[in-house]
């Protein structure tokens, strides 16, 4: 498992178990993310938390590769 995939497992991980958590991680994933995990992600940079139920699920469309313009200088994704 890769960093990136474990700290999503860790974020998931704690949502479940800290409903204030999860809470302030819909309403304001930056602050939350900052809070627990001390992660402070740049102005330009939004973040979407999003919970699923038994009868709602959410399907993430990654941006398409072959429309990103990839330099040296990129910055890692966090996911």
């Known amino acids: 498992?890769?960093?990136n995939e474990t700290l999503k497992a860790q974020i998931i991980q704690k949502a479940w178990e800290d409903e204030a958590f999860k809470n302030q991680l819909?309403?304001?994933?930056?602050?939350a993310l900052k809070q627990a995990f001390g992660i402070?992600?740049?102005d330009?940079?939004?973040v979407k938390a999003?919970?699923?139920t038994s009868t709602e699920f959410v399907l993430v469309i990654p941006t398409n590769p072959?429309?990103?313009l990839v330099t040296s200088n990129a910055v890692e994704s966090i996911w």
């Open 1 to 3: 498992m890769s960093s």
């Open 26 to 31: 819909i309403a304001n994933p930056k602050a």
């Open 40 to 42: 402070t992600l740049p």
């Open 44 to 46: 330009d940079i939004k």
């Open 50 to 52: 999003v919970e699923e």
């Open 66 to 68: 072959a429309k990103v």
